[in-house]
């Protein structure tokens, strides 16, 4: 059992590119969350999909950010027009449904210069 | 809605010495109560979880974590730590109504001296 994988673990993106962050569940973990840790505001709930289906995107923000899940093996967290703001640690986590423990990932560190 | 509160943002303990890290809670309903540890530059690694039964409960490394529900608390507890104990350590509740998602608290970092 490899684990969560989230790919890249850093990225470095100049202010207004796009950022694209991947994550690859356990094998066999029917929901994916999304969250987001920063010093600030702590961890954060973004996004959650349920075999495959989106769920729950109350935490995303509403603009420039979207989620998708186009297999049960990966899904993505896209940034469009980075903003300084956005720099954080992304965390991928993953579960069995109706399981509440959720395994993390081992996080992707986006900075905006 | 539910939250977690961490009042110690940092805890400093000898080696050796017992540790109890605070967390309380706020939610009306049946909460599913858990701990996590983050060591540096890795994701959040489970170390124990409460969904029923025996208030207290036990986890990885020797850790054990009590619910109290008077008090809407499930204080971390263990009785002698060690240098590689040291790093944040989460609370963080779920609540069957809004699916699995986890509401944390800010974390309080470990620090233990040797």
């Known amino acids: 059992n490899a684990g969560v994988i989230q790919t890249p673990r850093h990225k470095v993106t100049g202010k207004g590119q796009e ?3 991947w994550c690859e569940p356990i094998s066999g973990h029917s929901a994916v969350f999304w969250y987001r840790q920063t010093i600030v505001q702590g961890l954060e709930f973004l996004t ?3 075999n495959q289906a989106p769920i729950d995107d109350s935490g995303m923000p509403k603009e420039r ?3 998708q899940m186009p297999n049960q093996s990966h899904s993505t967290l896209k940034i469009q027009s980075t903003q300084p ?5 992304y965390l991928c986590a993953s579960s069995l ?7 993390f990932g081992p996080g992707t560190r986006l900075t905006v210069l | 809605a539910q939250s977690v509160t961490q009042p110690d943002a940092r805890v400093t303990v000898s080696e050796g010495a017992s540790l109890q890290l605070r967390c309380k809670y706020s939610y009306s309903g049946t909460p599913y109560l858990f701990w ?4 540096p530059r890795q994701g959040l690694q489970l170390l124990l979880k409460y969904y029923s039964g025996d208030p207290v409960v036990q986890g990885v490394n020797g850790f054990e974590a009590e619910f109290i529900k008077s008090n809407s608390s499930f204080h971390l507890r263990k ?9 944040v350590y989460f609370c963080a509740v779920s609540a069957m109504t809004n ?6 608290g800010s974390g309080t970092k470990l620090t233990v001296e040797p």
């Open chain 1, 19 to 21: 950022a694209t962050l």
């Open chain 1, 48 to 50: 959650y999909f349920r």
């Open chain 1, 65 to 67: 950010f979207s989620a």
């Open chain 1, 85 to 89: 703001q956005d720099s954080a640690v």
């Open chain 1, 97 to 103: 449904w109706g399981v509440y423990e959720q395994y």
């Open chain 2, 36 to 39: 996590y540890v983050q060591y």
């Open chain 2, 79 to 87: 009785a002698s730590v060690h240098w590689s104990d040291s790093a």
């Open chain 2, 99 to 104: 699916y699995n998602v986890l509401y944390f």
